[in-house]
Protein backbone atom coordinates (compact mmCIF):
# COMPACT_ATOMS: atom_id res chain seq x y z
CA UNK A 1 0.00 0.00 0.00
CA UNK A 2 1.23 3.02 -0.74
CA UNK A 3 1.51 5.20 2.63
CA UNK A 4 3.79 8.58 2.41
CA UNK A 5 4.59 9.65 5.91
CA UNK A 6 2.73 13.55 6.20
CA UNK A 7 6.33 15.32 5.94
CA UNK A 8 6.88 18.28 2.99
CA UNK A 9 9.57 16.08 0.37
CA UNK A 10 8.80 18.74 -2.04
CA UNK A 11 11.09 20.96 -0.09
CA UNK A 12 13.87 18.22 0.41
CA UNK A 13 13.67 17.55 -3.43
CA UNK A 14 14.26 21.55 -4.15
CA UNK A 15 17.87 20.83 -2.06
CA UNK A 16 18.69 18.00 -3.66
CA UNK A 17 17.51 19.11 -7.55
CA UNK A 18 17.64 22.33 -7.69
CA UNK A 19 20.20 23.52 -5.15
CA UNK A 20 17.46 25.59 -3.27
CA UNK A 21 17.19 26.52 0.46
CA UNK A 22 13.99 25.35 1.95
CA UNK A 23 12.18 27.81 3.58
CA UNK A 24 14.31 31.23 3.33
CA UNK A 25 13.48 33.57 0.84
CA UNK A 26 16.82 35.49 0.38
CA UNK A 27 18.22 32.30 -1.78
CA UNK A 28 15.68 32.77 -4.77
CA UNK A 29 15.91 35.33 -7.41
CA UNK A 30 12.80 36.55 -8.29
CA UNK A 31 11.73 35.38 -11.97
CA UNK A 32 9.72 37.77 -14.55
CA UNK A 33 8.03 34.31 -16.20
CA UNK A 34 4.66 33.69 -16.42
CA UNK A 35 2.49 31.49 -13.53
CA UNK A 36 1.06 28.68 -14.62
CA UNK A 37 -2.39 30.00 -14.36
CA UNK A 38 -3.93 32.92 -14.83
CA UNK A 39 -5.08 34.91 -11.81
CA UNK A 40 -8.93 35.20 -11.87
CA UNK A 41 -10.23 38.82 -11.30
CA UNK A 42 -10.06 38.28 -7.37
CA UNK A 43 -6.52 37.72 -7.77
CA UNK A 44 -6.91 34.16 -6.07
CA UNK A 45 -3.77 32.23 -7.62
CA UNK A 46 -4.49 28.63 -8.50
CA UNK A 47 -3.16 25.56 -9.66
CA UNK A 48 -5.20 22.61 -10.36
CA UNK A 49 -7.32 21.60 -6.52
CA UNK A 50 -4.98 24.74 -4.97
CA UNK A 51 -5.63 27.99 -4.31
CA UNK A 52 -4.32 31.15 -2.30
CA UNK A 53 -4.99 34.55 -2.14
CA UNK A 54 -2.23 37.08 -1.96
CA UNK A 55 -3.22 39.56 1.20
CA UNK A 56 -1.96 42.54 -0.67
CA UNK A 57 -0.43 44.12 -4.23
CA UNK A 58 2.44 44.45 -2.65
CA UNK A 59 2.74 40.13 -3.23
CA UNK A 60 2.98 38.24 -6.79
CA UNK A 61 3.34 35.10 -7.92
CA UNK A 62 7.08 33.79 -8.70
CA UNK A 63 8.04 30.37 -10.91
CA UNK A 64 9.84 28.05 -8.93
CA UNK A 65 8.07 24.53 -9.89
CA UNK A 66 5.70 24.32 -11.78
CA UNK A 67 3.04 21.72 -9.22
CA UNK A 68 3.76 24.56 -6.31
CA UNK A 69 2.16 27.86 -5.92
CA UNK A 70 4.63 30.43 -4.92
CA UNK A 71 4.55 33.70 -3.68
CA UNK A 72 6.46 36.53 -3.32
CA UNK A 73 6.42 40.00 -1.35
CA UNK A 74 8.73 42.55 -3.18
CA UNK A 75 10.37 42.24 -6.16
CA UNK A 76 14.33 42.22 -6.29
CA UNK A 77 14.71 41.20 -2.60
CA UNK A 78 11.68 39.89 -1.16
CA UNK A 79 10.86 40.19 2.23
CA UNK A 80 8.69 37.40 2.63
CA UNK A 81 7.73 34.39 0.73
CA UNK A 82 4.75 31.49 0.57
CA UNK A 83 4.68 27.99 -0.56
CA UNK A 84 1.95 26.02 -1.25
CA UNK A 85 1.56 22.64 -2.27
CA UNK A 86 0.82 18.83 -2.40
CA UNK A 87 3.00 16.11 -1.55
CA UNK A 88 1.99 12.54 -0.90
CA UNK A 89 -1.15 10.61 -0.23
CA UNK A 90 -2.55 7.74 2.03
CA UNK A 91 -6.15 6.80 2.00
CA UNK A 92 -5.26 4.29 4.45
CA UNK A 93 -5.03 7.08 6.89
CA UNK A 94 -8.59 8.62 5.64
CA UNK A 95 -10.19 4.39 5.95
CA UNK A 96 -9.15 4.58 9.34
CA UNK A 97 -10.47 8.00 10.67
CA UNK A 98 -13.88 7.25 8.71
CA UNK A 99 -14.30 4.12 10.84
CA UNK A 100 -12.93 5.39 14.19
CA UNK A 101 -13.32 9.02 14.45
CA UNK A 102 -12.20 8.46 18.19
CA UNK A 103 -8.22 8.20 16.44
CA UNK A 104 -8.42 11.72 14.93
CA UNK A 105 -6.56 13.17 18.65
CA UNK A 106 -3.68 10.94 17.09
CA UNK A 107 -4.05 11.29 13.52
CA UNK A 108 -3.32 14.72 14.25
CA UNK A 109 -0.23 13.75 16.52
CA UNK A 110 1.39 12.20 13.59
CA UNK A 111 0.85 14.67 10.94
CA UNK A 112 2.40 17.02 13.74
CA UNK A 113 5.67 15.00 14.60
CA UNK A 114 6.15 14.49 10.49
CA UNK A 115 5.85 18.16 10.16
CA UNK A 116 8.21 18.60 12.61
CA UNK A 117 10.55 16.59 11.76
CA UNK A 118 10.56 18.04 8.08
CA UNK A 119 11.31 21.28 9.64
CA UNK A 120 14.40 20.07 11.39
CA UNK A 121 15.79 18.72 8.30
CA UNK A 122 14.89 21.40 5.82
CA UNK A 123 15.42 24.15 7.76
CA UNK A 124 18.28 22.63 10.82
CA UNK A 125 18.28 20.71 13.92
CA UNK A 126 18.87 23.99 15.62
CA UNK A 127 15.46 25.88 14.57
CA UNK A 128 13.56 27.43 17.46
CA UNK A 129 10.00 26.22 17.76
CA UNK A 130 8.38 29.12 19.58
CA UNK A 131 4.58 27.85 18.75
CA UNK A 132 2.67 24.82 17.63
CA UNK A 133 1.87 22.21 17.58
CA UNK A 134 -1.40 23.77 16.38
CA UNK A 135 -4.49 21.75 15.36
CA UNK A 136 -7.58 22.64 13.37
CA UNK A 137 -10.22 20.10 11.99
CA UNK A 138 -12.58 23.04 10.11
CA UNK A 139 -12.36 23.55 7.01
CA UNK A 140 -9.46 20.73 7.09
CA UNK A 141 -7.73 18.51 9.39
CA UNK A 142 -4.51 20.46 9.49
CA UNK A 143 -1.48 20.53 12.15
CA UNK A 144 1.58 23.75 11.84
CA UNK A 145 4.25 25.45 13.71
CA UNK A 146 5.86 28.56 14.29
CA UNK A 147 9.48 28.98 14.41
CA UNK A 148 12.73 30.47 14.03
CA UNK A 149 15.19 29.65 11.51
CA UNK A 150 18.67 30.86 10.09
CA UNK A 151 20.88 30.86 6.98
CA UNK A 152 23.71 32.76 7.03
CA UNK A 153 23.74 36.23 8.63
CA UNK A 154 20.18 36.00 8.23
CA UNK A 155 17.09 35.53 10.43
CA UNK A 156 13.46 34.34 9.54
CA UNK A 157 10.41 33.48 10.91
CA UNK A 158 8.64 30.61 9.70
CA UNK A 159 4.84 29.29 9.74
CA UNK A 160 4.59 26.26 8.11
CA UNK A 161 0.85 24.19 7.94
CA UNK A 162 0.28 20.65 6.98
CA UNK A 163 -3.35 20.04 5.76
CA UNK A 164 -4.86 16.56 5.31
CA UNK A 165 -7.79 16.43 2.49
CA UNK A 166 -9.23 13.50 1.24
CA UNK A 167 -6.36 11.09 1.43
CA UNK A 168 -3.75 13.85 0.32
CA UNK A 169 -1.13 15.93 1.72
CA UNK A 170 -1.25 19.66 1.36
CA UNK A 171 1.74 21.90 2.54
CA UNK A 172 1.99 25.32 3.44
CA UNK A 173 5.03 26.84 4.05
CA UNK A 174 5.26 30.73 5.28
CA UNK A 175 8.69 32.74 5.88
CA UNK A 176 9.71 36.41 6.57
CA UNK A 177 12.76 38.04 7.82
CA UNK A 178 12.59 37.72 11.68
CA UNK A 179 12.68 41.61 12.23
CA UNK A 180 9.56 41.60 10.26
CA UNK A 181 7.52 39.25 11.49
CA UNK A 182 5.39 41.88 13.73
CA UNK A 183 4.65 43.91 10.86
CA UNK A 184 3.65 41.34 8.47
CA UNK A 185 1.96 39.05 11.38
CA UNK A 186 -1.58 40.05 9.59
CA UNK A 187 -0.50 39.03 5.78
CA UNK A 188 0.88 35.68 6.94
CA UNK A 189 -2.08 35.17 9.12
CA UNK A 190 -4.47 36.58 6.13
CA UNK A 191 -2.66 34.22 3.59
CA UNK A 192 -2.74 30.82 5.47
CA UNK A 193 -6.39 31.83 5.88
CA UNK A 194 -7.33 32.04 2.05
CA UNK A 195 -5.62 27.99 1.61
CA UNK A 196 -8.47 26.11 -0.12
CA UNK A 197 -8.39 22.84 -1.88
CA UNK A 198 -10.94 21.50 -3.72
CA UNK A 199 -10.32 18.05 -5.12
CA UNK A 200 -12.25 16.70 -8.39
CA UNK A 201 -12.56 12.94 -8.80
CA UNK A 202 -10.04 11.58 -10.50
CA UNK A 203 -10.23 9.72 -13.81
CA UNK A 204 -10.29 5.98 -13.51
CA UNK A 205 -8.89 3.99 -16.32
CA UNK A 206 -9.03 -0.13 -15.97
CA UNK A 207 -6.28 -1.77 -17.32
CA UNK A 208 -5.66 -4.97 -19.43
CA UNK A 209 -2.99 -7.35 -18.95
CA UNK A 210 0.27 -5.81 -20.78
CA UNK A 211 -1.33 -2.91 -20.94
CA UNK A 212 1.17 0.13 -21.62
CA UNK A 213 0.42 3.38 -19.33
CA UNK A 214 1.46 6.64 -20.50
CA UNK A 215 1.58 9.62 -17.14
CA UNK A 216 3.56 12.97 -18.99
CA UNK A 217 6.50 12.19 -20.49
CA UNK A 218 6.66 8.75 -18.88
CA UNK A 219 5.72 5.24 -19.92
CA UNK A 220 5.09 1.92 -18.30
CA UNK A 221 4.35 -1.43 -18.47
CA UNK A 222 1.60 -3.35 -16.29
CA UNK A 223 2.73 -7.21 -16.60
CA UNK A 224 -0.61 -8.89 -14.38
CA UNK A 225 -4.46 -8.34 -14.43
CA UNK A 226 -6.70 -6.55 -12.47
CA UNK A 227 -5.26 -3.17 -12.21
CA UNK A 228 -6.68 0.37 -12.75
CA UNK A 229 -4.66 3.96 -12.88
CA UNK A 230 -6.49 6.86 -11.58
CA UNK A 231 -5.11 10.09 -12.05
CA UNK A 232 -5.17 13.63 -10.82
CA UNK A 233 -2.83 16.98 -11.22
CA UNK A 234 0.57 15.93 -11.75
CA UNK A 235 -0.05 12.22 -10.00
CA UNK A 236 -1.30 9.10 -10.74
CA UNK A 237 -2.18 6.30 -8.55
CA UNK A 238 -2.19 2.41 -9.30
CA UNK A 239 -4.77 -0.49 -7.82
CA UNK A 240 -5.09 -3.50 -7.79
CA UNK A 241 -8.26 -5.22 -5.36
CA UNK A 242 -9.06 -1.97 -3.68
CA UNK A 243 -5.38 -1.50 -2.86
CA UNK A 244 -3.50 1.35 -3.71
CA UNK A 245 0.28 -0.23 -4.93
CA UNK A 246 2.08 2.18 -6.88
CA UNK A 247 2.61 5.65 -6.83
CA UNK A 248 3.46 8.22 -9.41
CA UNK A 249 4.21 12.24 -9.43
CA UNK A 250 5.98 14.63 -11.27
CA UNK A 251 8.29 18.06 -10.16
CA UNK A 252 8.69 20.47 -13.26
CA UNK A 253 11.28 23.18 -12.15
CA UNK A 254 10.96 26.30 -14.29
CA UNK A 255 14.93 26.17 -14.95
CA UNK A 256 17.87 23.76 -15.21
CA UNK A 257 17.97 20.26 -16.59
CA UNK A 258 18.33 16.91 -15.36
CA UNK A 259 20.95 15.55 -16.75
CA UNK A 260 23.92 16.69 -14.27
CA UNK A 261 21.68 15.41 -11.11
CA UNK A 262 22.84 13.01 -8.54
CA UNK A 263 19.66 10.68 -9.02
CA UNK A 264 21.25 8.21 -6.89
CA UNK A 265 21.83 10.54 -3.54
CA UNK A 266 18.78 12.42 -4.85
CA UNK A 267 16.45 9.23 -4.31
CA UNK A 268 18.50 8.01 -0.65
CA UNK A 269 17.90 11.60 0.31
CA UNK A 270 13.64 11.36 -0.37
CA UNK A 271 13.53 8.01 1.18
CA UNK A 272 14.98 8.68 3.85
CA UNK A 273 13.27 11.80 4.69
CA UNK A 274 9.73 9.79 4.48
CA UNK A 275 10.18 7.12 6.32
CA UNK A 276 13.59 7.31 7.73
CA UNK A 277 15.94 4.57 8.54
CA UNK A 278 15.32 1.95 6.42
CA UNK A 279 16.96 -1.98 5.01
CA UNK A 280 18.75 -1.08 1.79
CA UNK A 281 18.33 -4.58 -0.36
CA UNK A 282 21.20 -3.83 -2.40
CA UNK A 283 22.62 -0.67 -4.38
CA UNK A 284 20.98 1.57 -5.99
CA UNK A 285 20.44 0.28 -9.71
CA UNK A 286 21.41 3.22 -12.15
CA UNK A 287 20.39 3.37 -15.98
CA UNK A 288 21.49 5.98 -18.59
CA UNK A 289 19.87 5.58 -20.96
CA UNK A 290 17.17 6.40 -22.53
CA UNK A 291 17.09 8.54 -19.84
CA UNK A 292 18.93 8.92 -16.61
CA UNK A 293 17.34 6.63 -13.90
CA UNK A 294 17.54 5.00 -10.57
CA UNK A 295 15.81 2.66 -8.50
CA UNK A 296 16.39 0.94 -5.12
CA UNK A 297 14.48 -1.61 -3.13
CA UNK A 298 14.37 -1.50 0.67
CA UNK A 299 12.56 -2.62 3.86
CA UNK A 300 11.42 -0.44 6.25
CA UNK A 301 8.57 0.89 8.70
CA UNK A 302 4.93 2.99 7.68
CA UNK A 303 3.15 3.92 10.99
CA UNK A 304 4.29 1.04 12.45
CA UNK A 305 3.49 -1.72 9.63
CA UNK A 306 6.44 -3.52 7.83
CA UNK A 307 6.78 -2.87 4.63
CA UNK A 308 8.48 -3.70 1.03
CA UNK A 309 9.18 -0.95 -1.33
CA UNK A 310 10.97 -0.60 -4.66
CA UNK A 311 11.34 3.58 -5.60
CA UNK A 312 12.82 4.99 -8.43
CA UNK A 313 13.16 8.55 -10.02
CA UNK A 314 13.72 8.63 -14.09
CA UNK A 315 14.85 12.43 -15.52
CA UNK A 316 12.75 13.57 -18.72
CA UNK A 317 14.44 16.61 -20.11
CA UNK A 318 13.67 19.00 -17.24
CA UNK A 319 11.06 16.97 -15.36
CA UNK A 320 11.54 14.43 -12.29
CA UNK A 321 9.42 11.61 -12.35
CA UNK A 322 8.91 9.64 -9.15
CA UNK A 323 7.48 6.05 -8.58
CA UNK A 324 7.25 4.40 -5.62
CA UNK A 325 5.83 1.29 -5.18
CA UNK A 326 5.28 -0.88 -1.97
CA UNK A 327 3.10 -3.58 0.06
CA UNK A 328 2.94 -5.15 3.38
CA UNK A 329 6.36 -7.10 3.77
CA UNK A 330 4.50 -10.73 4.26
CA UNK A 331 2.82 -9.99 0.34
CA UNK A 332 3.29 -13.05 -2.00
CA UNK A 333 6.56 -12.99 -4.12
CA UNK A 334 4.20 -12.88 -7.01
CA UNK A 335 3.19 -9.25 -6.24
CA UNK A 336 6.68 -8.17 -5.21
CA UNK A 337 7.94 -9.28 -8.66
CA UNK A 338 4.84 -7.81 -10.23
CA UNK A 339 5.84 -4.40 -8.51
CA UNK A 340 9.40 -4.61 -9.33
CA UNK A 341 8.68 -5.27 -13.22
CA UNK A 342 6.14 -2.00 -13.40
CA UNK A 343 9.03 -0.20 -11.72
CA UNK A 344 11.81 -1.47 -13.94
CA UNK A 345 9.48 -0.98 -16.92
CA UNK A 346 9.20 2.55 -16.47
CA UNK A 347 10.81 4.96 -19.29
CA UNK A 348 10.39 7.83 -21.41
CA UNK A 349 7.62 8.40 -24.08
CA UNK A 350 8.77 8.25 -27.59
CA UNK A 351 7.95 11.53 -29.30
CA UNK A 352 5.76 10.52 -32.23
Keep these: MVHKHPISNSLVILLILLC ?38 LWHRADELSTMITLKRGEAAPSAMARFYFNGRDSYDEQRLRRRPSELEEFLERL ?26 DP ?13 RDRYYNTD ?24 AGELAALLDSARIELDEPSVIELKPGQELVFGNLVLRVPGGGWSAEEIFSEMLL ?4 RPLVNLYVRRPTAGGAESTDLSAGLKSE ?15 IRRQPAPYAAVSYRGKISGRPVWRRDAVLAVEEDYYFIDAGCALNSPDSLIQELTGIVDSVGPREEE
Design 271 to 285: IEALYGEVEYLGPVE
Design 239 to 242: IKDD
Design 20 to 57: SCGEEVSEIESAPEESVDVENELGTETLGALSLTPPSD
Design 112 to 137: ARGLRDQIELTAGADSEFIAGPDYST
Design 161 to 184: TAFYVGGRYVFLDISCYADEEEEL
Design 140 to 152: YLTAGYAYYSELG
